[in-house]
């Protein structure tokens, strides 16, 4: 079995072996961080209109505390848990904000959010649900475990087009692992296990893009693009330009799996009887099945009608959310022994990342990098300064909020892409479709980080894995852009600025 962290020493019969790969990156953080912090000044960012971003003190200690986390993140010297503590620590001793702010961000709503997410998984599990759940697919799609990678992508893609892809993940993962255990009678990672869990986070992202229902990202930008530039983008425009995009890239991810985490074996003998039989030995719903079942779908339909409803659109989805797991411990469902099993490593390592999120977009770092990055395609052609765009938005969103991606770097490339004859409205949609899929780091999305519970993979697998996967998503924007988005009746280009 994966461990839960690092240790310092490794036992091997009497012998203590010191681990020199822990220290190295201990203090490859530590050296990141003192370099970055304590050297002089660095010159201002300047933008197409000449306005220049300065980057303050408080700006590079945020860089600093960025490259430190990244780094104890990917090669875990520390529990992820503990790193996003040690982002809220330095920020307080070194000033960078106030340390009030700094760890109200652990609380920020979008933690609880993924709490409440999480919540609702373990329910289905203690419940039952994700079972019944699993023995339904596996006697639909069959013993294949090509055909399960396909089932389980194709059943969290299409969630996702209804309900927020961190509640998605969190509703799979049980299932999944109730998968998982009847492919594997050790609890150990496996190759198809590996594929299973984060392809279920890679295709989480992909699904969520299509609708305004998959994740916040979408509405938010919607709006803010319709502030800069007095153009309202509805929500079936959206989704008749990001479905084939999201679904071409789950399909994708299907084939990425099958050649890279090709599953030990081909088949499960039997398993299509035994799930159908295991379905049916589950006997009638129960009572607290059937009241689960309506206090999430409940949830979800009310948290849907925000979008429609405008009496409901200032009610906070979280607040929806936390009403559904208030409400499992008031019918018994759930009890004070279930919030031992909450996983607070993966709820710290997501309040970390909110917090240096935060920190980045308030000392104006975020916006420094974002303008040194996008000037230098001030005179490319156009498809590179999209490209270009869109890769910034995609790796920033592995590591900072993906609307406060997208909200850095969106007015700066608006105010560059007339002059280049590139359309507002592919620069948005671009961005759109990478936002919402950050493949290299765990903090990118909660999909990812709740992939990692199932401990079949470490954060440098995911990282590793990731790369041919962002490569991949750039490849599908570059297609979107110049053939499918064309096709489908966008406006690419437009006439350049005088």
């Known amino acids: 079995m994966q461990s839960s ?29 003192v370099l970055v912090y304590f050297f002089p000044p660095w010159p201002d960012a300047i933008d197409p209109t000449g306005a220049h971003f300065i980057l303050t003190r408080e700006g590079k200690g945020a860089l600093a505390i960025f490259l430190l986390a990244a780094t104890w993140w990917v090669f875990e010297v520390v529990p992820i848990g503990v790193t996003s503590l040690t982002i809220g620590v330095l920020q307080a001793l070194f000033m960078i904000r106030d340390p009030g702010t700094a760890f109200r961000d652990f609380m920020d709503p979008s933690v609880l959010f993924i709490f ?6 373990m329910v289905f599990t203690k419940t039952g ?103 309202d983008i509805s929500f079936f425009e959206l989704s008749w330009y990001m479905f084939p995009i999201g679904w071409l890239m789950i399909f994708l991810l299907w084939g990425f799996f099958l050649l890279f ?25 129960s009572q607290k ?36 797991t208030v409400s499992f411990f008031l019918f018994n469902i759930l009890a004070i022994d279930d919030l031992e099993e909450v996983p607070w490593n993966i709820i710290l390592l997501f309040a970390g990342a909110m917090s240096i999120g935060f ?42 909020m993906n609307v406060a991606a997208i909200a850095i770097s969106l007015p700066v490339a608006l ?25 290299l780091l765990l903090v990118g999305a909660a999909p990812n980080a709740i992939a990692y519970n199932s401990r079949q993979f470490s954060t440098g697998e995911f990282f590793l894995w990731g790369i041919p996967a962002s490569i991949l998503l750039m490849l599908v924007v570059w297609l979107a852009v110049a053939v499918i988005w064309p096709l489908m009746g966008m406006e690419i280009f437009v006439p350049v600025a005088s």
Request: aromatic share 12%.
């Open 289 to 324: 099945e059937l009241l689960t079942a309506g206090i999430v779908f409940g949830t979800i339909l009310i948290i849907a009608l925000k979008n429609f409803i405008p009496a409901l659109a200032d009610i906070h989805k979280t607040g929806i959310l936390l009403c559904s």
């Open 5 to 33: 962290g690092p240790q310092v020493l490794a036992f091997s019969g009497e012998k203590k072996r010191f681990d020199w790969k822990r220290l190295l990156f201990i203090f490859t953080g530590i050296g990141l961080f």
């Open 129 to 231: 649900l994700t079972r019944r759940m699993a023995y339904k697919m596996l006697s639909i799609v069959g013993e294949r475990t090509s055909m399960i990678y396909l089932g389980c992508f194709a059943m969290t893609g299409v969630l996702t087009h209804f309900m927020a892809h961190t509640a998605v993940a969190a509703t799979m993962f049980p299932l999944l692992m109730a998968i998982h255990s009847l492919y594997a009678d050790e609890e150990g990672p496996t190759r198809f296990g590996k594929g299973l869990f984060i392809g279920m986070a890679y295709v989480a992202g992909a699904g969520s893009i299509i609708t305004l229902l998959g994740a916040a990202r979408g509405a938010v930008a919607l709006g803010f693009y319709k502030d800069i530039m007095k153009v």
């Open 415 to 439: 105010v560059i892409a007339p002059y280049l004859g590139v359309s507002g409205e592919v620069i948005l949609f671009s961005s759109l479709v990478v936002a919402g899929m950050p493949f």
């Open 116 to 121: 409440g997410s999480i919540m609702i998984g």
């Open 261 to 285: 985490f090709k599953p030990e074996h081909a088949r499960i003998p039997g398993l299509k009887e035994k799930a159908s039989r295991m379905y049916k030995d589950l006997g009638r719903w």
């Open 359 to 400: 920190c980045l977009w308030e000392t104006g770092a975020a916006r420094w990098l974002a303008v040194n990055w996008l000037v230098l395609f001030q005179n490319s052609p156009p498809l590179v300064f999209i490209l270009g765009m869109a890769f910034f938005v995609m790796m920033m969103t592995n590591f900072i």
